[in-house]
């Protein structure tokens, strides 16, 4: 896939991944370890650094990684900076907190390669660290529930931003529209919006990375992430109401059909060529 704002090396789809970051230092510097050991190393890192007291930038650096600084503008402003920052083909999401196996970064890419009808894709989770025992089952509920609840709203899975991948040429086509300036919508949820007309969302639970278990302590925590995502459904009504949203995803979808045939396997979003 390529625009004036991507880089191929020859023929090879290039793969960027995103990290947005505040006063996560350690932690920042295990997952850019983990990305360090991938069977596909990426082609570019961006490190946003929103805000930071701590020495996540020098870990950014100390790693290789392009940094991008923000005063403190919350996760959708830094998320949108990243991908704008990026030049790759495909993006790739990361949370600070976040250890990627190995093999993520070629997977991720290969899911996209793979089928041209997908614009974007996130994956399962398990927690690296807090009690053994619940380290696999408690991510797994709550990412079912998080696709029980939204899958219908927006008429197609959501996206889990602490492991997805999406087109460069989706982000180009949605990024003046996302919510970037309000720090209180869920950047995932508010991208999975924006990218349900340009083509096919998918969820692959047969894919997990790993993350931090303060995810998913806290009674505080819990009601903070579900207010915000209230929140981020009630920003995008009237417009993508139930059904409302539904009849006009399924006509921007024929629209966008032609993505799928084998002919178009080599277009872009925009027409032009890959």
Known sequence: MQDENTATR?????VGVVIPSRDDAAMLERCLRALRDQSRTPDEIIVVDDGSRDRTAAVARS?????????????????AAGYDAATADILCRLDADCVPPTDWVETMTGILEADASLVAVSTGARAVDGPPRWRAL??????????????PTLGHPPLFASSLALRASAWHAVRDEVHRDDP?????????????G?????????????MSWRSFQGFR????????????VVVHWPRDFPPRRWLRLVGLRRTHSALTAPRDQN???DGSPL
């Open 198 to 210: 340009l083509g096919r969302v998918a969820f692959r639970s047969d894919v997990t990375v790993g």
């Open 267 to 269: 277009r872009s979003l």
């Open 184 to 196: 209180a919508v869920h950047d995932d949820l508010d991208l999975a919006f924006h990218l349900g």
């Open 221 to 232: 925590s819990g009601l903070r992430r579900v207010r915000r995502g209230f929140h981020t």
């Open 63 to 79: 790693f290789g990684a392009r940094l991008v600084v923000l005063p403190g503008d919350g996760i959708p402003a830094a998320s």
């Open 10 to 14: 020859g023929d090879r789809t290039t």
């Open 138 to 151: 408690v991510p797994r509920l709550y990412l079912a529930a998080y696709r029980a609840v939204l899958t």
